[in-house]
């Protein structure tokens, strides 16, 4: 496991990150990612059959390839977030995260002391011992960590610039879909009103420390949100893979 998180320093330097979202447990797939050129993977154990279990050989697959590895985990709770990372996950995605109180939650959880609550036993994120002290250790694994919070639901609005000052934070992530759903709009992510909102969290975010994400389909709505200020942007791997064979079909001739 790398002490290093190129995913962060990239977004912490300015640039830019255009990841896939994986939602079956699956290693091949994120090889295929990985080779592909994704400059980061997510294992999505919010909307897959995704445990701790089955993350840890994707996350193998991914360090293999040298692409960071971070997961979106669906139950927010400190117990079940420690399993993702003692594997030694690089990030994590917290979703449905409304309140200045939920971020700090969040946030708390992928952290040691003196910052957060996490709890330390030692096992992969300490190299099974044969690595530095645990002392040592524990503020470069607090440095490595990506912390991500989702917003994805109209009523973070009126706690949007408290999210934002959380400390520690790194990434908010605004999920369009459950956005949409939140405001009446569900299947709608690109209705005005919902687009609107999203430009005024862009705007509470332009000039912050925080880094603004999203998702997009395609390579023209990649650009497009590059272009609208997200610089970390998530591509669905099923997605992919049903337009492929789709297209694919669609130009068989029998």
């Not at 896939?20 to 990985?34: D, L, N, T, Y």
Request: net charge negative; with cysteine; hydrophobic share 45%.
């Amino acid at each position: 496991m790398q002490l290093t998180n190129s995913l962060k320093e990239t977004l912490r330097g300015g640039g830019t990150a255009v990841g896939c979202f994986v939602q079956m447990p699956s290693p091949e797939v994120v090889e295929i990612c990985a080779l592909a050129g994704f400059d980061f993977v997510l294992m999505d154990a919010e909307h897959g059959p995704i445990s701790p279990e089955s993350c840890y050989p994707m996350l193998l697959a991914a360090e293999a390839n040298r692409v960071p590895a971070i997961a979106r985990i669906g139950q927010q709770d400190r117990q079940v977030i420690l399993k993702f990372l003692d594997i030694g996950i690089s990030g994590v995605m917290v979703p449905q995260v409304n309140t200045a109180q939920a971020a700090e939650d969040a946030v708390a959880a992928l952290k040691y002391q003196p910052r957060g609550l996490r709890g330390i036993a030692g096992g992969r994120s300490f190299a099974w011992g044969f690595g530095d002290s645990p002392k040592n250790l524990v503020p470069r694994l607090n440095e490595r960590m990506l912390t991500i919070v989702q917003f994805e639901h109209n009523s973070a609005m009126d706690e949007l610039d408290a999210i934002l000052a959380t400390p520690d934070l790194d990434v908010l992530f605004v999920g369009p879909n459950d956005l949409a759903q939140s405001m009446g709009f569900p299947g709608e992510p690109n209705h005005p009103e919902v687009q609107a909102l999203i430009d005024r969290v862009i705007a509470a975010t332009r000039g912050g420390s925080v880094t603004l994400g999203t998702v997009a389909a395609d390579a023209e709505s990649i650009n497009h949100q590059l272009e609208r200020g997200f610089r970390m942007i998530g591509a669905n791997a099923a997605t992919l893979l049903a337009r492929a064979a789709g297209d694919l079909l669609a130009n068989v001739r029998r």
